[in-house]
């Protein structure tokens, strides 16, 4: 394992080379003994993961292959985050959250507790880019949300607790809790029974 910083990797983890812990962020390169990235318990590393300084993960975290969490990001416990995906820095991301293989998730998202997004979904921060960065405004991903694959979740937007985006859906609306979105752009219908029950 590469280490940059001060990192603590909590017992029984499993790392396959090569990961690199603590990488510094921009505003940390060239200063000594920063605060590097905390890992809890039971951690799968898999190889290719790059994790920033200034990240705190909770416990039973799982990477897939090439895995970037950049810097101030903050990710609870059971945690699984798939190959190839992407975590720009300052995020916040709850307990027993699934991302799958290719999801990109901008700086300043917010996701809660139970959130599942398919392969290749991608949330948005910048309406309209490249704007400055004071104007960035990540997703909100409420708790129990669901986003299937492919999905594009437009800056500033709030999926509602217990929500579903269909696959491929552009979200330009922030869509009601306990809802369905489907389309381009999403419009928004009642939850089909058939996902109320796998809830």
Aim: charged share 20%.
């Amino acid at each position: 394992m590469i280490e940059h910083g001060r990192n603590a990797l909590g017992e029984g983890a499993v790392i396959f080379e090569p990961v690199t812990v603590g990488f510094p962020s921009r505003d940390r390169i060239g200063e000594e003994g920063f605060p590097g990235a905390t890992i809890g318990r039971n951690a799968v590393l898999r190889s290719g993961t790059i994790i920033y300084c200034d990240v705190t993960i909770g416990e039973g975290f799982q990477t897939g292959h090439n895995v970037l969490i950049r810097e101030k990001t903050t990710i609870g416990n059971r945690v699984a985050i798939g190959t190839g995906a992407v975590v720009e820095g300052d995020c916040t991301i709850g307990d027993d959250v699934r991302l799958q293989s290719l999801v990109y998730i901008p700086t300043g998202a917010r996701i809660g507790d139970r959130v599942f997004i398919g392969p290749n979904a991608v949330l948005t921060n910048d309406r309209y880019p490249p704007g400055p960065h004071e104007s960035l405004r990540g997703p909100v991903i409420e708790n129990d949300a669901v986003i299937g694959a492919n999905a594009t979740i437009l800056p500033g937007i709030t999926v509602g607790e217990g929500a579903f985006v269909a696959a491929g859906a552009v979200v330009t609306k922030d869509v009601p809790p306990g809802m369905l979105a489907v389309g381009a752009p999403a419009r928004f219908r009642p939850l089909p029974a058939e996902a109320r029950r796998c809830r």
